[in-house]
């Protein structure tokens, strides 16, 4: 049977992660067929109207919304500041609603979104595509298999060789890492206490480095994000009562009880998921299955509260001097 097609528009096309998007949008299996591209960049939309000529185009997302009563959905890419409320008119003009995380930056944002997605019978989605990498996926199959036994430790950092970006890198890059911490610990944190670093004198308002002490019962996690460095680097770390293991960028050390310790070189670390297309499928296929009603309704949203918990109190503890914040 043919599958049918949901009609779909591309919120921003920034030249980062648009081309990864219309390549996991177009495969001949996607279940999506972009129809509509809306972009504020008058360059970047006609290279969207260059490379979906039968798309229609948009300049402004009143115009966009005013006029999007026959799609189905959205996919969302516009700058961080933006999604939350850009994904909420979507779900608000009854369109299901999948986008780049963070999704947004606080529980209240969370809340809006989830309360709308359910009002309007509606699916919100963020995309997480280095879930899916083989990387994770190894890493993953260690945690579930208990190899590790009762974790004490967990520590994630993001470090990227780009300045700061416009808002600071925990508001960027901290959904990132505090999912990844999440996806290590496995249980809910109960406290925080975060300090952040401004970045170098003339750039953007906002933290250039991030040091935040997740706490979680008997586990620490931590997590370090900075730009502005020599070489980007996303490193794992997890240890507990039977073993530890490391992912260094695309090496896998190993070190179990009874084992003799294994490093293995993998193709691909964890960093650049949203330009990876094939890793974007994947989560694509989940956002079209949870529409479809063949997974749950929100299933996608996985740790997404806890991530946007933890990016607001983030900045709240640096605001009263790094002091340990309940959950």
């Not at 360059?43 to 300049?59: D, M």
């Not at 359910?118 to 298999?145: C, H, M, N």
């Not at 296929?285 to 996608?300: H, Q, T, Y």
Request: aromatic share 6%; glycine share 10%; with cysteine.
């Amino acid at each position: 049977m043919r599958m049918t097609l949901l009609k779909t528009a591309l919120l921003g096309f920034p030249p980062d992660s648009s081309p990864a998007l219309l390549s996991a949008l177009g495969r001949q299996d996607s279940g999506f067929s972009v129809a509509a591209v809306c972009e504020g960049d008058p360059a970047r939309l006609a290279e969207a109207g260059r490379l979906l000529p039968e798309a229609a185009l948009y300049k402004d997302e009143g115009d966009f919304f005013s006029k999007c009563g026959r799609l189905d959905a959205a996919v969302i890419a516009v700058p961080p500041a933006r999604r939350q409320k850009t994904a909420l008119r979507a779900l608000q003009n009854r369109l299901h609603a999948a986008c780049l995380t963070p999704l947004c930056g606080s529980t209240s944002e969370f809340e809006d979104l989830r309360d709308e997605a359910a009002r309007a019978e509606r699916i919100v989605f963020p995309l997480q595509p280095w879930e899916r990498s083989a990387a994770w996926l190894t890493v993953d199959k260690a945690l579930t298999g208990g190899l590790l036994g009762e974790l004490d430790y967990a520590e994630v950092q993001a470090l990227s060789d780009s300045p700061a970006p416009a808002g600071g890198v925990t508001s960027a890059y901290g959904w990132f890492a505090f999912s990844l911490l999440l996806a290590l610990v496995r249980r809910p944190p109960s406290a925080l206490a975060a300090r952040l670093s401004p970045p170098p004198a003339g750039g953007v308002a906002g933290d250039g480095a991030a040091a935040v002490h997740v706490h979680f019962g008997g586990t620490d996690g931590f997590v370090r994000l900075a730009a502005g460095r020599h070489a980007p680097l996303v490193r794992l770390a997890a240890h507990g009562s039977k073993g530890r293991l490391e992912l260094d960028g695309k090496t896998l050390r190993l070190d179990i009880k009874d084992m003799k310790p294994e490093t293995v070189e993998l193709r691909h670390g964890l960093a650049g998921g949203a330009d990876r297309a094939d890793w974007l499928a994947a989560e694509l296929e989940d956002f079209r299955k949870e529409i479809a009603g063949e997974l749950p309704r929100g299933s996608g949203l996985r740790n997404a509260r806890y991530c946007a918990k933890l990016i607001r109190n983030a900045y709240y503890s640096a605001a009263v001097k790094s002091a340990a914040v309940p959950l």
